[in-house]
């Protein structure tokens, strides 16, 4: 069964909701088509396209025509991690609805959060839109509803085209997905979706996530544009991504971090006042002053990252999900009692971008410290880092290392 692509319902009209509000809610849509204006409608979850049809006069669905009175599929989204299909189409037969369901799968994360339903007519799917911003029985978010585009249930765009990425940090805890892709919508009209990366346990957010966008343009555009404004609360902090479709190979020269701080940290990261904690130094292991060049001391085909300054409470799974946003991982170890861990990425750009974005980012109880590890492969004891530590400081006057000195903080009698 096809699905044509549909116009959809402008929030700009009709009393719609504004663009960056954060909440959700819109009234229900006029019966009548609306003309459908820039920007379209937000996406309601990262990792799901903009539910909503590319802009123009018309639009050409799976036969080439549009056809305003034939809509009966609906997207749902901002669905949460353990519901599936069977538990949707309760939802609606609780409400008198027989609907099909199609969820639609990350292949990372498995639920993206998403789906499309199909209803008997199009009558009952617009009722359905209505209820959009009402809770959803039993869970604790509302419904987001908007029309389908693209051929609805029989859709798959997630898995088809190319997909240009940005990573977003410096997001403060008020900032969902919903709001997130809102942001970016407005000003670039290709950008597909928004992910934000969260806590497996509390579902808190972890303060960053990644845009994606159907045109490299709006990409590029975004890396300049967007550096810096705010979204929230907070002024975003913004790089490349390499999105999880990308073919294999070494990074490429756009990997480098656009807009970061000096030496390869970015911005959301590097130089932020008190990001080790009490201590206000920098992290061991080679990260003494400025970073160096990060393939200065590496194999450029290691993948590994070691992760030092591991809470002892983390477990691999956990520490795997702070990780997996930046790319297929291999593996992860956590070797018990040394306070450290090492996580294997498929494809070396996201070791480096990992390494770069999660610098100082606290993990369990602590702020981890991240550099270049081994694979189990190599020689020399597994996760062992390649960037060696500098050297203890020299003191001439008292003729030994600091950590040594018993009478460290005294001075010589003249």
């Not at 789906?115 to 978010?141: E, V």
């Not at 972890?206 to 550096?227: C, I, K, N, P, S």
């Not at 993990?363 to 062992?384: C, E, F, K």
Request: aromatic residues 10%; glycine residues 16%; charged residues 15%.
């Amino acid at each position: 069964m096809s699905f044509q692509q549909q116009q959809t319902y402008d929030p700009a009209q009709q009393g719609g909701y504004e663009q960056n509000n954060g909440n959700g809610a819109m009234p229900p849509p006029p019966m009548q088509q609306q003309q459908q204006q820039q920007g379209g409608m937000p996406a309601g979850d990262g990792g799901s396209p903009a539910p909503f049809a590319q802009q123009g006069a018309g639009v050409e669905g799976s036969s080439g025509s549009v056809t305003g009175d034939a809509k009966t599929t609906l997207w749902m989204g901002e669905l949460e991690p353990w519901i599936d299909e069977n538990f949707i189409r309760s939802v609606w037969f609780g409400m008198g609805e027989q609907v099909n369901v199609k969820m639609i799968r990350d292949k990372f994360s498995g639920n993206a959060g998403y789906c499309f339903i199909d209803f008997t007519s199009p009558a009952a799917a617009a009722k359905a839109l209505s209820l959009n911003g009402s809770m959803i029985p039993n869970t604790t978010r509302p419904f987001k509803l908007n029309w389908a585009s693209g051929g609805g249930l029989a859709d798959r765009r997630d898995d088809r085209g190319p997909e240009f990425s940005i990573f977003v940090g410096d997001l403060g805890p008020e900032v969902n997905e919903y709001v997130l892709v809102s942001l970016f919508q407005a000003r670039f009209p290709s950008c597909k979706s928004a992910k934000i990366m969260t806590d497996p346990i509390s579902g808190m957010s972890r303060g960053y996530g990644f845009v994606r966008f159907a045109e490299e343009g709006d990409q590029q555009r975004a890396l300049t544009e967007m550096q810096g404004v705010y979204c929230g609360n907070r002024p975003m902090r913004i790089s490349t991504a390499t999105p999880k479709n990308k073919s294999g190979g070494a990074g490429p020269a756009g990997m480098q971090m656009q807009g970061g701080g000096g030496g390869g940290m970015p911005g959301a990261m590097g130089g932020a006042p008190g990001m080790y904690g009490m201590g206000g130094g920098p992290p061991m292991a080679g990260y003494y002053g400025t970073p160096q060049p990060m393939n200065q001391f590496t194999d450029p085909n290691n993948t590994t990252v070691f992760v030092g300054g591991l809470s002892g409470y983390v477990t691999e799974d956990e520490l795997r999900s702070f990780f997996q946003g930046f790319g297929e991982i291999t593996y992860v170890k956590i070797p018990p009692g040394k306070g450290c861990g090492f996580v294997q990425f498929v494809q070396r750009h996201a070791a480096e971008m990992a390494i770069n974005q999660m610098q100082g980012y606290p993990i369990g109880n602590s702020r981890v410290r991240l550099s270049w590890g081994r694979s189990q492969n190599n020689s020399g004891p597994a996760g062992t880092p390649y960037r060696p530590a500098p050297p203890p400081p020299h003191y001439q006057q008292m003729g030994m290392p600091q950590q040594h000195n018993p009478y460290n903080g005294f001075q010589p009698l003249q």
